[in-house]
């Protein structure tokens, strides 16, 4: 058999640097195997392969990645299944949004240690966010309760008569009165939602309460980030300039 040996070890003897500086340099991305890009320092390479280490390469740390994914409706998102499974499945390279303007290769390591921020329910569809910032998840989480979200409704059915004010201010919700809310038509099929903190199965109660059935419902935006042009099954990077 021919005799292998790990990438991290014979990189390291090449450049003589230490093991884990050498795995910092493959798990960044820095490292071809024969022309090839190869992320895990534990792949075994044989004799005569050629490894290089692309010009650019850095041991700077680089900064965690946010994830804008926009959800096709029937995602069960509250399955039993591992984030680290989810996010590989969802955030794959070939569904990366031919409009993402960020100035970043896709990585492995850019699936690691993904938070799953603000879920949607299964029927729903639009926007998703994951994200390895601790700042991002902290600002979503600690400040939910300021944080608007939009979402259009589908409905079908007739609205009984002062149901577009009740929408706005008057139902309740597990047996307390919600807050003031800003709904309005979008077209005659169609509701525009703008609240704060959603919670799971609202939007179909409230709709119900008005003699309104549910056919759709779509997150468009959440905070100040809209999910504009992304279409369903494709994900992009949060830019620099963007906050929720």
């Known amino acids: ?3 292998s040996i790990r990438l991290a070890k014979q ?27 190869v992320e895990e ?8 392969q050629q490894i290089e280490l692309l010009p650019e390469a850095t041991l700077e740390p680089q900064d965690p990645v946010t994830i804008l994914f926009h959800k096709p409706a029937g995602l069960n998102l509250f399955a039993e299944t591992p984030m680290t499974e989810l996010a590989a499945r969802l955030v ?15 990585l492995k390591r850019h699936l690691n240690n993904l938070n799953l921020i603000e ?20 600002k979503l989480v600690d400040d939910a309760a300021k944080i608007e979200h939009e979402f259009i409704v589908e409905i079908a059915g ?5 149901g577009l004010r009740l929408l706005n201010h008057g139902l309740s919700f597990n047996r307390k009165p919600l807050p003031p809310i800003k ?18 199965g609202l939007l ?41």
């Open 41 to 48: 320092p534990g792949q075994r390479i044989g004799a005569g």
């Open 119 to 138: 879920p949607l329910e299964t029927l729903a569809s639009g926007l998703l966010i994951f994200s390895q910032d601790w700042r991002v998840t902290r």
């Open 204 to 244: 179909v109660h409230m709709c119900e309460q008005v003699g309104l059935q549910v056919v759709a419902i779509k997150r468009i935006r959440i905070g100040r980030l809209p999910m504009a042009s992304l279409a369903v099954g494709e994900w992009r990077y949060l830019l620099g300039y963007e906050r929720f």
């Open 183 to 200: 709904v309005s038509w979008q077209n005659e099929k169609r509701l525009r939602f703008a609240l704060k903190a959603p919670q799971r």
């Open 11 to 37: 990189l390291a003897d090449q450049l003589s640097c230490s093991r884990r500086e050498a795995e910092q340099y493959i798990e960044g991305g820095w490292v071809k195997v024969d022309g090839v890009l």
């Open 158 to 162: 007739d609205i009984m008569p002062d």
């Open 92 to 106: 794959a390279a070939d569904k990366r949004s031919a409009d993402d303007r960020a100035e970043l290769r896709f």
């Open 1 to 3: 058999m021919t005799e």
